[in-house]
T-cell receptor
Framework: SQKIEQNSEALNIQEGKTATLTCNYT??????LQWYRQDPGRGPVFLLL???NEKEKRKERLKVTFDTTLKQSLFHITASQPADSATYLC?????????WGAGTKLIIKP | KAGVTQTPRYLIKTRGQQVTLSCSPI?????VSWYQQTPGQGLQFLFE???????NKGNFPGRFSGRQFSNSRSEMNVSTLELGDSALYLC????????????FGPGTRLTVT
């Protein structure tokens, strides 16, 4: 079955450093992959979408890579700030629905 | 542009009861998807409606149902509530195409006692 895996353990990063989150998938060949941010008690907020023919996508301090051979996407936040602390979700599009990872909780320490 | 709204925001129900949740999408969006989220779980897809038609359905029992109206507003219903139905229920609207992002509402926190 299609499966998406994100690091279930919280990621602790020092302010100012680069945070890197991983999204791995199996049994799937997605045409698109999306990243969202979710704060406690709120709905996810869209951050970036990357297509299978794009190796990398950037938006301000955010960068996403997509390696269809490794079946992996990496999400980077450069110059991280405490306000970046949240849970980050990746999702693949397929069969008229987004298939979601469980998310990785990112904690940026001042 | 107004965001996605969901009502009610919080709900407490007793086992065996039924509940109806409402979602108003962003103006112009024809697709509404519903998700269940519980602690430690990813978003679990319930169903998606596009132009009043259910286009896809997740692996949930028939107690979970939904519908979409001509103005794209959507409702989901859960009958014969169980304790395990306690969760955050999120709806998301989009243009309905694969490469469009989804816009989420704040969710309805349902507690079944």
């Amino acid at each position: 079955s299609q499966k998406i895996e994100q690091n279930s353990e919280a990621l602790n990063i020092q302010e100012g450093k680069t945070a890197t989150l991983t999204c791995n998938y199996t049994n799937y060949s997605p045409a698109y992959l999306q990243w969202y941010r979710q704060d406690p008690g709120r709905g996810p907020v869209f951050l970036l979408l990357i297509r299978e023919n794009e190796k990398e996508k950037r938006k301000e301090r955010l960068k996403v890579t997509f390696d269809t051979t490794l079946k992996q996407s990496l999400f980077h936040i450069t110059a991280s700030q405490p306000a970046d602390s949240a849970t980050y979700l990746c999702a693949l599009w397929g069969n008229y629905q987004l298939i979601w990872g469980a998310g990785t909780k990112l904690i940026i320490k001042p | 542009k107004a965001g996605v709204t969901q009502t009610p925001r919080y709900l407490i129900k007793t086992r065996g009861q039924q509940v109806t949740l409402s979602c108003s999408p962003i103006s112009g969006h024809r697709s509404v998807s519903w998700y269940q989220q519980t602690p430690g779980q990813g978003l679990q897809f319930l169903f998606e409606y596009f132009s009043e038609t259910q286009r896809n359905k997740g692996n949930f029992p028939g107690r979970f149902s939904g519908r979409q109206f001509s103005n794209s507003r959507s409702e989901m219903n859960v009958s014969t509530l169980e304790l395990g139905d306690s969760a955050l229920y999120l709806c998301a609207s989009s243009h309905g195409l694969a490469d469009y992002e989804q816009y989420f509402g704040p969710g309805t926190r349902l507690t079944v006692t």
